[in-house]
């Protein structure tokens, strides 16, 4: 069955270095891969959509690499800040159908 | 603001209540899910509706029960619930169902109406 691993701990990381959260998924060929960010209560938000036939992806202090080989897309966010403290969930999906499956989410935490 | 909204954002209701979750979108778009977050688990398709027809049915028990009476509303009826239905309950949309115009799917998110059956 399809699956979609996400870091299963929590991530801590001192406020202005690089966190890299990690995605993979297995018996699963996405033809694409969104992110979301998710706050305590609240519904997730759309962050970047990366196709299958694109490497990387940037927007501001994101970036997301995809990589169909290894089954594999890295969310790094630069300069993190406290306020980039959040859950963060990946959501392969298909091009032919709009269903899309959403990982577990990873918890990031950014200490001043 | 998401342009998603949902009412109400807290319900406790007992197992044997019936109440309904009420979902509205002000974006244009003609799909519209629901979905179920339980602690420490994935988000849970439960149901689409895309154009008002629903197209997705995620085995989900009879005791929850979606309606959608045009594109901008959603509501998903309760009745008969149980303990391990506690859950946040989000509502989504997106421009349509994996259509040309939209076949990456970009949804936006409602802030959930955390349920509690007691």
């Known amino acids: 069955s399809q699956k979609i691993e996400q870091n299963s701990e929590a991530l801590n990381i001192q406020e202005g270095k690089t966190a890299t959260l990690t995605c993979n998924y297995t018996?699963?060929?996405?033809?694409?891969l969104q992110w979301y960010r998710q706050d305590p209560g609240r519904g997730p938000v759309f962050l970047l959509l990366i196709r299958e036939n694109e490497k990387e992806k940037r927007k501001e202090r994101l970036k997301v690499t995809f990589d169909t080989t290894l089954k594999q897309s890295l969310f790094h966010i630069t300069a993190s800040q406290p306020a980039d403290s959040a859950t963060y969930l990946c959501a392969p999906g298909y091009s032919s159908a709009s269903k899309i499956i959403f990982g577990s989410g990873t918890r990031l935490s950014i200490r001043p | 603001e998401t342009g998603v909204t949902q009412t109400p954002r807290h319900l406790v209701m007992g197992m044997t209540n019936k109440k309904s979750l009420k979902c509205e979108q002000h974006?244009?778009?003609?799909?519209m899910y629901w979905y179920k977050q339980s602690a420490k688990k994935p988000l849970e398709l439960m149901f689409v509706?895309?154009?008002?027809?629903?197209?997705e049915n995620n085995s989900v028990p009879s005791r929850f029960s979606p309606e959608c009476p045009n594109s901008s509303h959603l509501f998903l009826h309760l009745h008969t619930l149980q303990p391990e239905d506690s859950a946040l309950y989000l509502c989504?949309?997106?421009?349509?169902?994996?259509?040309?115009?939209?076949?990456?799917?970009?949804?936006?998110f409602g802030p959930g109406t955390r349920l509690t059956v007691l």
């Open positions: 974006l244009g778009h003609n799909a």
């Open positions: 018996n699963y060929s996405p033809a694409y």
């Open positions: 989504a949309s997106s421009q349509d169902w994996g259509t040309p115009r939209n076949p990456y799917n970009e949804q936006f």
């Open positions: 509706y895309n154009f008002k027809e629903q197209t």
